[in-house]
T-cell receptor
Framework: DTAVSQTPKYLVTQMGNDKSIKCEQN?????MYWYKQDSKKFLKIMFS???????INETVPNRFSPKSPDKAHLNLHINSLELGDSAVYFC??????????FGQGTRLTVV | AQKITQTQPGMFVQEKEAVTLDCTYD???????LFWYKQPSSGEMIFLIY??????QNATEGRYSLNFQKARKSANLVISASQLGDSAMYFC????????????FGGGTRLMVKP
């Protein structure tokens, strides 16, 4: 069973559209995250969501919004997509010390 | 603020030889965790190894070991007996020791294993 799964793996969409990426973890972890990996492979935190407490990276545009229907799910919704949003987005979850697992990534391409 | 530096953008290693990937860090936190991840060309982030700042012994996981030198603020990854499948990007990351905290990543090292 996949511990952290996100869908879709690939997403191609036009500028201005609204899209969502879904993430689910079956590990019972309390904390989930979204990371962005840019074209130079640099990974940066976007959001951390821990027991309904949202911690936002202030550099993330407010067009990006995480939504957590329950502890096992953290979805990423993006409004009014721009060309610069093209990247790979990773969901992750953590709980105990040393356990920090990532999903397989979603490659978003905005055209 | 935390900072991770990986000074080797790319490295070659001969198959079956050992290789060390460098990672230095900077933090003012008294306790923290250090992670290494592998990202193959398929794109997923694969967890390799973890070291807590107060762990007495260096972490090992199969062919992976972490050479942790706290005074020098370094956490180098050693891969023994390299295999062709080890060719990938490798990322060093750190975070506060408590669960539920964000990781700061280095820029990565691309390792290429030569047959």
């Amino acid at each position: 069973d996949t511990a952290v799964s996100q869908t879709p793996k690939y997403l191609v969409t036009q500028m201005g559209n609204d899209k969502s990426i879904k993430c689910e973890q079956n590990l019972g972890h309390d904390t989930m995250y979204w990371y962005k990996q840019d074209s130079k492979k640099f990974l940066k935190i976007m959001f951390s969501y821990n027991n309904k407490e949202l911690i936002i990276n202030e550099t993330v545009p407010n067009r990006f919004s995480p939504k957590s229907p329950d502890k096992a799910h953290l979805n990423l919704h993006i409004n009014s997509l721009e060309l610069g949003d093209s990247a790979v987005y990773f969901c992750a979850s953590s709980q105990v010390q040393g356990v920090y697992l990532f999903g397989q990534g979603t490659r978003l391409t905005v055209v | 603020a935390q900072k991770i530096t990986q000074t080797q953008p790319g490295m070659f290693v001969q198959e079956k030889e050992a290789v060390t990937l460098d990672c230095t860090y900077d933090t003012s936190d008294p306790s923290y965790g250090l992670f290494w991840y592998k990202q193959p060309s398929s794109g997923e982030m694969i967890f390799l190894i973890y070291q807590g700042s107060y762990d007495q012994q260096n972490a090992t996981e199969g062919r992976y070991s972490l050479n942790f030198q706290k005074a020098r603020k370094s956490a180098n990854l050693v891969i023994s007996a390299s295999q062709l499948g080890d060719s990938a990007m490798y990322f060093c990351a750190m975070g506060p020791k408590n669960a539920g905290n964000m990781l700061t990543f280095g820029g990565g090292t691309r390792l290429m294993v030569k047959p």
